[in-house]
């Protein structure tokens, strides 16, 4: 099994930038895909973007295209979420999840692994 920590959450100015981390423990992490996930008072928990095993394979949901950029550093066991041009629709709590099947990590019901989540608030 893996433990997931994020960081890097916080206030920023709409057309600003965030670099989110979620941080693995535990078992070999480049047996794992991981997705990010963000949830909005009030609201589900929605995809944002995933990365395959290898980080060969980016996924991003359609609002987030262009303006979010995930990446893996699987020595560090580290994956990163660049998250540019925040706009303030894009506050939620953020989570990384994980998953040794990559369409399970990119599913919010599915991915087995998840971190405790981080603030990410945009004001205008």
């Known amino acids: 099994q893996v433990q997931l920590v994020e960081s890097g959450g916080g206030l920023v100015q709409a057309g600003g930038s965030l670099r989110l981390s979620c941080a693995a423990s535990?078992?070999?992490?480049?047996?794992?895909?991981v997705g990010w996930f963000r949830q909005a008072p009030g609201n589900e928990r929605w995809f944002v973007a995933g990365i395959s095993r290898s980080g060969g394979a980016t996924y991003y949901a359609d609002s987030v295209k262009g303006r979010f950029a995930v990446s893996r550093d699987n020595a560090k066991k580290l994956v990163y979420l660049q998250m540019d041009r925040l706009k303030p629709e894009d506050t939620a709590v953020y989570y990384c999840a994980a998953d040794r099947a990559t369409a399970s990590a990119l599913d919010p019901v599915l991915a087995h692994y998840w971190g405790q989540g981080i603030q990410v608030t945009v004001f205008s």
């Open positions: 535990g078992d070999t992490f480049s047996n794992y895909a």
